[in-house]
Structures are given as C-alpha cells and as structure tokens.
C-alpha cells in the first residue's frame, strides 16, 4: 500500500523541523557552554563613541542631509548632518550626542520658549541680579534660513548647536524691581 503523496509532504516536515530544532539546541547549548565568566563590575555597554559610530545616520552623507528631525510648535525643524562647525557632526565631534541629548533637543524645541530669534530655551532665563544660584539650561541654536545664505536654498537649515548652559532663574516681577538695586 502506497502512502499519500501529501502525507509524504508532512514527514518531510517533519523531518526537518527535528532536524532544525536539534540543531538550534544544540547551537544554544554550544554558545552557553563557551561564553566566558563575565566579572561582577564589568559593563556590557559599549563606550559612547562606539555607539554613535556604529549608529551614524551621517557616515559618508552629504552635509545638507537630514539626520533627524524635531519639532517646533507645528514645523519641522533638521538636524542636518552639517560639519564641523554646526549640525550634527559639530555635535557628535564635541562629545554630546546621545540619546538623552537628542531628546533634550526635542523637549526644547517643542515645549522650551524662543528668548531671542533662532535661540531656544529649556527654561525659562531670568534677567536682572538674583541672589538664586545659576540653573543648569538646555539651549538649542536654530538657522531658520536657507542653506548657505542663498535665497532658494533649502530652508530651513536647521540646528546650528545644543549645549548644556548655567543661566540666571527667571525673577518675579514683584521681587525684580527690589533687587534692580543690587
């Protein structure tokens, strides 16, 4: 008596699917047995400049690309990959990029306040004499115009730089009047 060809289909299945899963045990178990003892103080992250290498949206990318992009109220707003001297690769080359930074940025731009055009604010900066301590800020630098200063270039440019900046506390307008006399 012969077999039905699709039950022939179903051993063959079968078959293979022992086979996979024999050897994927196997493969788990070998893996298992040959990792090394990692000591208890031993950091299993790799070091910031390996991560952002390794995660590079602007490895050999033209400077006008667009890395990422943020939002300020309803518009959008790039971090191009620039150069040296601004956008995300001025950023990478000074040691600030992370994914903490990268979401100051955008809490910035999106909820911070505009003190001056093109400078964004986290909190916002008092002025006058205040006998508070300075307050660690986040501060984002925008170019709203076109790419290059040339009128039909790609608009906006985007982020010039963010940094970390100790400001002055925003002053009450009752106490600023009292203490213009400092």
Same mark, same amino acid.
């Given at each position: 008596?012969?077999?039905?060809?699709?039950?022939?289909?179903?051993?063959?299945?079968?078959?293979?699917?022992?086979?996979?899963?024999?050897?994927?045990?196997?493969?788990?178990?070998?893996?298992?047995?040959?990792?090394?003892?990692?000591?208890?103080?031993?950091?299993?992250?790799?070091?910031?400049?390996?991560?952002?290498?390794?995660?590079?949206?602007?490895?050999?990318?033209?400077?006008?690309?667009?890395? $990422?992009?943020?939002?300020? &109220?309803? +518009?959008?707003? #790039?971090? /191009?990959?620039?150069? !040296?001297?601004?956008?995300?690769?001025?950023?990478?080359?000074?040691?600030?990029?992370?994914?903490?930074?990268?979401?100051?940025?955008?809490?910035?731009?999106?909820?911070?306040?505009?003190?001056?055009?093109?400078?964004?604010?986290? $909190?916002?900066?008092?002025? &006058?004499? +205040?006998?508070? #301590?300075? /307050?660690?800020?986040? !501060?984002?630098?925008?170019?709203?115009?076109?790419?290059?200063?040339?009128?039909?270039?790609?608009?906006?440019?985007?982020?010039?730089?963010?940094?970390?900046?100790?400001?002055?506390?925003?002053?009450?307008?009752?106490?600023?009047?009292?203490?213009?006399?400092?």
């Amino acid at each position: 008596m012969q077999k039905h060809p699709a039950s022939k289909r179903e051993d063959v299945r079968a078959t293979y699917f022992r086979k996979s899963t024999a050897m994927f045990i196997a493969a788990a178990g070998a893996t298992v047995l040959l990792a090394a003892p990692m000591p208890a103080n031993a950091s299993t992250e790799l070091p910031a400049a390996a991560t952002v290498s390794a995660s590079n949206p602007c490895k050999s990318r033209h400077y006008s690309k667009v890395a $990422y992009t943020f939002w300020i &109220g309803p +518009s959008k707003m #790039p971090l /191009r990959c620039g150069t !040296k001297t601004w956008g995300y690769n001025h950023i990478v080359e000074r040691g600030r990029w992370s994914t903490s930074f990268k979401n100051k940025i955008s809490d910035t731009l999106f909820n911070g306040y505009e003190k001056t055009p093109g400078v964004y604010y986290r $909190y916002k900066v008092g002025t &006058g004499c +205040s006998s508070k #301590p300075p /307050r660690k800020n986040f !501060k984002v630098v925008v170019n709203k115009g076109p790419l290059g200063g040339k009128p039909g270039g790609l608009t906006p440019r985007g982020i010039i730089t963010a940094t970390v900046e100790y400001t002055t506390p925003a002053v009450a307008a009752a106490s600023a009047s009292a203490e213009a006399k400092c």
